[in-house]
């Protein structure tokens, strides 16, 4: 009769290649060394497998003694570091969507999708049509001349005439198709600086935030004759129904939240001068509060709202996303993970930016640490991010 730790090299392959993720091949190899050593042909796979929750991907490093090709990530489901050989992304800036970077840098104008994890590379049009990328190539940092988000219609990016790529850069916002289009096209028709976009798969819509509140909604899927594509207002948030005093917002994100609604969560910071404690471990700013509105798009009502229920939310330099959180990997319900996405301070911080980083809890407002904030901070031009999984989402 044979046992488990006998079990032959041809079996124990066939078992572990049969993992969808990371985590469960990691502890299938760490069962016992005879698993260990015979499943040879799994070892190399286990980098092309996802996280079975969302993962922190980290700033690149500036120190000398670490390897500059390679990136870490911190995994929400153990608390444990992964590292992967990425040399694409070296000096690059990046942003990311549904798992995918979005990678600018290396050369003029030119952008790239790129998977940390099967390394695969898709080249997007040059960035001609974008008007900040025609001032010194110094000033990127600084909030009118830099990529801020990137929102895709759907995960898949293959070859496929329905696949778009949005972003906003500065005060611009375009789109185009992987593989059909050789330039981007425009998106007009909104007032005052962009904060956020988000694509609402269920709706099939693209819809943006600004600075003053206000809502957009855009067809991003239908053909324009015009060579552009135009947002349409559809709500401004009441300042006065939620006793809300700024004339903006200090930041603003949105969430698809459900088929009728989007979720609006407004961000805001302390700030602190050079002398502060603060200052020394964060850098000029650090995250005071989020707040939660909820929109709906039939009704066109606002509701502020103190729970986010039994769903996780994920803002930062990466497409706001969601998820129904059923448990488990470390990750807590009613609560916001939060990365470092302001640039402007980056420039003055010799170790760069992205110390902000942390976890919101809705029902009492306390802030928790994810990791040490050394950890995250790094090259200011690729500051941390989360990644999506295949996890369920909203």
Same mark, same amino acid.
Request: aromatic share 14%; net charge neutral; glycine share 8%.
């Given at each position: ?13 066939? !078992?572990?290649? /049969? ?23 799994? /070892? ?9 929750? #969302? ?22 489901? *153990? ?14 800036? %990046? ?8 990678? +600018? =840098? =290396? ?12 390394? +695969? ?9 974008? &008007? ?5 190539? $110094? ?36 789109? %185009?198709? #992987?593989?059909? $289009? ?5 998106? *007009? ?6 904060? &956020? ?20 909604? %855009? ?7 015009? @060579? ?21 917002? #200090? ?32 850098? #000029? ?13 039939? $009704? @066109? ?7 986010? @229920?039994?769903? +996780? ?21 009613? %609560? !916001?993970?939060? +990365? $470092? ?12 930016? =992205?110390? &902000? ?12 640490? !994810? ?24």
């Amino acid at each position: 009769m044979i046992t488990w730790p006998d079990l032959p090299p041809e079996i124990l392959n066939q !078992i572990a290649g /049969k993992f969808q993720f990371y985590e469960d091949l990691i502890n299938f190899l760490s069962v016992c060394r005879s698993w260990k050593s015979s499943a040879t042909t799994t /070892k190399t796979s286990t980098q092309h497998l996802p996280s079975r929750f #969302p993962t922190l991907m980290l700033a690149e490093s500036n120190k000398q003694d670490q390897d500059q090709n390679s990136r870490r990530s911190f995994l929400l489901s *153990n608390g444990t570091i992964r590292n992967l050989q990425l040399p694409e992304a070296r000096r690059k800036r %990046c942003i990311s969507s549904h798992g995918w970077l979005l990678t +600018t =840098g =290396g050369s003029e104008f030119y952008a790239n999708l790129l998977h940390p994890l099967s390394r +695969t590379q898709i080249d997007l049009p040059k960035l001609y049509m974008f &008007d900040e990328l025609y001032f010194d190539q $110094d000033e990127w940092m600084y909030y009118g001349h830099c990529m801020r988000k990137v929102v895709f219609t759907s995960s898949n990016p293959n070859s496929n005439p329905s696949f778009r790529v949005i972003i906003i850069w500065g005060k611009t916002l375009g789109f %185009c198709r #992987p593989g059909f $289009d050789v330039s981007w096209t425009r998106i *007009n028709g909104y007032e005052g600086n962009l904060f &956020d976009i988000v694509y609402h798969n269920m709706r099939k819509r693209l819809y943006a935030v600004t600075a003053m509140g206000s809502i957009y909604e %855009c067809d991003i899927l239908s053909e324009s004759g015009s @060579g552009s594509l135009t947002l349409n207002r559809v709500s401004t948030f009441p300042r006065k129904e939620f006793d809300f005093s700024r004339f903006e917002f #200090p930041w603003a994100y949105l969430v698809e939240w459900d088929y009728n609604s989007l979720l609006m969560v407004t961000r805001e910071r302390d700030y602190y001068k050079k002398h502060d404690y603060e200052y020394g471990r964060y850098g #000029p700013y650090r995250t005071k509060k989020f707040e939660c509105f909820v929109f709906g798009l039939d $009704d @066109g009502k606002w509701s502020k709202v103190t729970s986010l @229920g039994d769903k +996780t939310v994920f803002l930062g330099f990466n497409s706001s996303f969601a998820i129904i959180n059923n448990g488990g990997g470390g990750m807590k319900r009613d %609560c !916001i993970y939060f +990365t $470092d996405d302001v640039y402007e301070p980056y420039r003055d911080l010799p170790d760069g930016g =992205g110390g &902000d980083v942390g976890v919101y809890r809705m029902s009492d407002g306390g802030i928790e640490a !994810i990791l040490d904030s050394e950890e995250s901070l790094g090259f200011r031009g690729s500051p941390p991010l989360w990644l999506q999984t295949s996890i369920k989402e909203i």
